[in-house]
């Protein structure tokens, strides 16, 4: 992988893709135990980003990740709007200047991670986006820094961030608005984290196909 071989719009095709082919589900889970606006606030993102492709295909990795970061959060609303837009913010700073290889994809990644951390003031178990992405993302670190092979360490990754959003289905929520509703959050799979790992997936996915 070279910074000039990553371009960023077929990965927000992907998601978008997903995130439509998902439609009635996220909105389902978030109306379950949150108010609702999950996969609205997602799309409305993922269009924005679209409406800004010819600016996004000139700029470098860096530049396009920052992009995208002010883009939803200037637009997509919900914690979740936030959350991203915080994400790919740190992600494009923690691009800046770097070879881009698969070690450094993964430490974006991870930084990434972790400033949606930061910026809920969340970690593991609290049945979140952050119980797909923590596991996710140090799925990835572990693999690349064993030397294994991208493909196999994406599909670990993607098998991560499935058990990772399947774990929260269970759990009792301690943030966002699913946190309200005590014991009645229970059996419910938490909204974020089923985009998130869906996200994840089409991404490595469309690595994979490459
Ligand atoms: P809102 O909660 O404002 O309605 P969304 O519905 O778009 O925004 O996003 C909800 C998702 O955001 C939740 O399903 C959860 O995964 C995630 N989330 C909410 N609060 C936090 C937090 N403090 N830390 C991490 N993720 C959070
Ligand atoms: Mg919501």
Not at 96 to 121: H, L, M, N, W
Not at 122 to 137: F, Q, V
Request: proline share 1%.
């Amino acid at each position: 992988m070279s910074d000039s071989s990553i371009t960023v719009l077929p990965f927000i095709q992907a998601i978008k893709d997903t995130i439509n082919n998902h439609a009635d589900e996220i909105a389902h889970l978030d109306q379950a135990i949150g108010d609702g606006d999950h996969l609205i606030n997602l799309q409305r993102g993922v269009d924005a980003l679209l409406n800004n492709s010819d600016a996004l295909k000139q700029l470098d990795f860096s530049a396009a990740l920052s992009k995208i970061g002010m883009t939803l959060m200037s637009t997509m609303g919900g914690a979740s709007g936030s959350l991203f837009g915080s994400m790919f913010v740190t992600m494009g700073k923690t691009a800046k200047d770097k070879q881009i290889d698969s070690q450094t994809v993964s430490d974006i990644f991870t930084a990434g991670v972790e400033s949606i951390k930061a910026r809920g003031k969340a970690g593991m178990g609290e049945k979140t986006m952050l119980d797909t992405l923590i596991p996710a993302s140090s799925s990835l670190q572990q693999s690349i820094s064993n030397g294994v092979e991208l493909s196999v360490a994406l599909e670990d990754m993607k098998k991560a961030a499935i058990d990772g959003m399947e774990s929260t289905k269970d759990m009792l929520a301690t943030k966002g608005r699913a946190s309200f509703l005590g014991e009645r959050a229970r059996g419910h799979i938490d909204a974020g984290a089923r985009t998130s790992q869906l996200m994840l997936c089409a991404i490595a996915d469309c690595i994979i196909e490459k």
